[in-house]
Each structure stands twice: as C-alpha cells, then as structure tokens.
C-alpha cells in the first residue's frame, strides 16, 4: 500500500513518527531512523533549562508519569551542537519548540527556520512548566497568541500541539488553524498523581506530572475525534499508540499520522512495528493507500 501522507506542504513517507520527548538520535544505534515518516526532537527553549527536581519519571503500572521540565542547553547551543547531527539523517526533521512568552516563541521559531528543519510543532503544552499545569493550550486566546506569533517569523509549517488539560479542545483548535497553524498533534501528556507508599510522597520531585501510556488512549483518541472534526488541517494522533492497531484506530478517528512516545520505552523499535501493522492492515482490508483510513469513523464521512 501507498504509506505516505501529506501535513501541511509536507509529504512524509509513512504517517508514523516519535513523540518529542521519547526520541533522540542515538536510537539510531538500533534501528534505521530513516525508515519514519519523521523525526520529532525533544522541545528546545531560548534559555538554557536545568529541568525539574527528581525524581522526573515515575513508573504507575497503568503507564508513564513524567515532570521532566525540558532541561536542555539553550537554543543557541541547541543548533551549533545538536542540529547538526540530527541532519545525518535523511528524514523530514520536526523540531518541538517551548518558550515562556508569545514574543519568545516567535524569536525563536524565526532562529529556527534554516537548513535542515522541515518542521516546527510548537509546544504550547507541556504541562510541566507551572505549579498547576497550565498551558498556553489551555485556552484559545493564549493558544492564538503563541501560534499567530510564529507566523509571522516563519515560513516552516508550523504543528500546534494541544493539550488533554483543557476545558474545550475543540475551541483551542479551532483558534490554533486561525491562527495559521498548519498541522495539530493531539496530544500532549494528561496531567496525573502518584504517591510512593515508601514515603508516603508524590512519587515525583515536582509533584504532579503528565500522564502517558496505554491507559490515556481513549482520552487521546476522543481528542482526535473532537479535533479533527473542528479543523480542515490535518491531525496527528498521540496517546498511548503502541501497534497497528492502535494506530489505525487514530487514523479512522480523524488522524493523518501518528505519534509513538511511551511505547519506545519498552520496545525500542515499536515505531517500525506500527508502520508495519498499519501496512499489513491496509493490504488484508483492501486499502491501497493509508490517507484513505483518515476520518473514516467520523460521522461526516458515514
Ligand atoms: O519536559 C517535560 O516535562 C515534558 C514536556 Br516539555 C511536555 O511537553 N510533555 C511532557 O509530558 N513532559
């Protein structure tokens, strides 16, 4: 079957691609990174981070819960150093994005826009920046703001990624397109709580952290459902994909290509697993293109 897919001006090989985060170019070391449809890197931000205090993963037994707080070198070390090896591969390269203001995301987003990106997913969700979570996702107006603010320094595609911790998805969606965002990804980690019953703590350092797995795949997918419904620009699926399966799932929902994070975790190459799922799915249903799969359950298509 015909794998690829279109986001945006950009034409990937197969619809299957890292959640940012879950990802770095050493997992070169155990299998092609050219064989994805994408690579997506771990969000970049202006300064310099130091992330958050530890413990920043812990392990619920119904998934991942994560308060990473984007450690990382700073952009301007971020492209003297790290760019330059992700552009040994041959793959479109996406880069997440995260700043603390409108004005910051767009400064930052016009450093961006060289030689080697394809992409930029804008990362007005991570759920790991304040105290309670909020995110520019959170409502449309800050979503708008952050999104309008990079297209004007930018002509890369830019890919909203949205948040579960949000009121109405669909209205924070709906802003992001208006805004000029060319792509969605739906979505980022929900937020969640676990405490150690060691010491009878949160089990993370910052306490509360997102969510992710298996177990946050009905939410993501209903996401999806919403979203995809409420823009013409494609979606990209996120939340608990780990088979085939899962990923058709997105895809019938509304999805054009999907992210794998968690499920990285425990089988390196889970990625190649799903696009050969997706692809024996689509020869033993009589798909010869998997675009065809898009939004198939939604009731408009029915
Ligand atoms: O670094 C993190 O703590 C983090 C980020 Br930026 C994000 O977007 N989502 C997440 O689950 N963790």
Sequence with gaps: PDLSVRIGGLTLANPVMPASGTFGPELGEVFDLDRLGALVTKSVTPEPRRGNPTPRVAETGQGLLNSIGIPGKGIEAWIAYDLPVWRRFAAPLVVSLSAPTASAFAEAARALTVEGVAAIEANISCPNLEADGRAFAAEPGPAAAAIAAMRGATRLPIWAKLSPNTGDAAAVARACEEAGADALVVANTILGLAIDLATLRPALGAGMGGYSG???K??????????????????????GIATGQDAVEFL????TAVQVGTASFIQPAAMLQVIEGISAFCTARGFSRVSDLTGIALPSLQ
């Excluded at 459902?225 to 013409?232: I, S």
């Design 214 to 216: 298996p177990g946050f």
């Design 252 to 255: 019938a929902a509304g999805a």
């Design 218 to 239: 009905p939410i993501a997918l209903r996401l999806v459902w919403q979203c995809a419904q409420a823009v013409r620009i494609p979606v990209i699926g996120c939340g």
